[in-house]
Structures are given as C-alpha cells and as structure tokens.
DNA sequence: TGTTTGACCACGG
DNA sequence: GCCGTGGCCAAAC
C-alpha cells in the first residue's frame, strides 16, 4: 500500500522528540512534497485518537498557527510549555535552538515505514 | 470535471 | 525588517 502524504507527514511528526519542534517547510522540504499547505491540510485531518504530537509543528516564524484547530486555543501552547518549550505571544521562543530537522535527524535516505507509525 | 481552499514559504520591493 | 504577490499540490465542493 503506497503511503499517501498524510500518512508521510504523520510520520515525520511522531518521530519529533518531547521538547523539539519543527517547521512545516522542513516536512515538507524533507518529504519532497513543494508544498508546505500540504503538511498543515494533513495535520488538519488529524485527531486526538490518532496520537500524533501536532502542536510541536509551528511555521517558520515559529508561530502557533495551528493552535486554533485545537480543542481549546490554549491548548497546544499549554502542551509546548509542558513539554520544556517556553512559548510567548504564540511564538516558540529560540525556535533556532529547539527547531528539529527531519533531514538532518533522519538522515536524506529515511524512508516510510509502517512500523514508524507504531512507535509514540 | 473545474474551481476553491488550505495549521505555508520564498522572493522581491 | 515588514508587506504584498506567486507558487505549490492534493482534497473538498
């Protein structure tokens, strides 16, 4: 079963550590897609029972954007901080510092894999 | 089947 | 360094 982007996405977004964020542009950039409104219209598929850590991708301002299609809008920031992330005027403060790079963790050769999807 | 939309990004002024 | 514009690709209407 050829993998769809969505599933490509929630994958990438799983393997983001506790602490870290990363960009929508990085996915995007790293899974080949061009599109960056590819990665935010897959994340707006998702849902809580899916279990995939949404609120540690921010834009490339490192702004919450996504925070409105939270439960709640304080939501996701509440997650960030909780996680060790300091968040401001809905803004990931030194996102240079915690920002995660997918190619650069994984390395240009990471390939999906179904197995990805079982780990939290 | 064609148009619109979307949790964006890069670029130019 | 901020603002406007184009592009990007897939799903929803």
């Known amino acids: 079963m050829s993998p769809t982007y969505h599933e490509l996405v929630y994958a990438v977004v799983r393997l983001v550590p506790r ?8 996915i995007a950039g790293f899974l080949g897609l061009g599109a960056s409104r590819m990665v935010g ?39 960030l901080e909780t996680e060790g992330v300091l968040v401001a005027d809905d803004c990931v403060q030194d996102l240079k510092n915690l ?19 079982n780990l939290v």
Do not use: C
């Open 41 to 79: 219209w897959a994340l707006n598929q998702l849902t809580w029972g899916s279990g995939i850590p949404a609120h540690r991708v921010v834009n490339r301002k490192g702004e919450l954007s996504g925070r409105h299609h939270f439960s709640s809008p304080t939501l996701m920031q509440e997650l």
């Open 99 to 117: 920002f995660w790079n997918p190619s650069l963790e994984l390395g240009d050769d990471w390939e999906y894999a179904p197995t990805s999807l």
């Open 19 to 26: 602490g870290r964020v990363t960009t929508y542009g990085a």
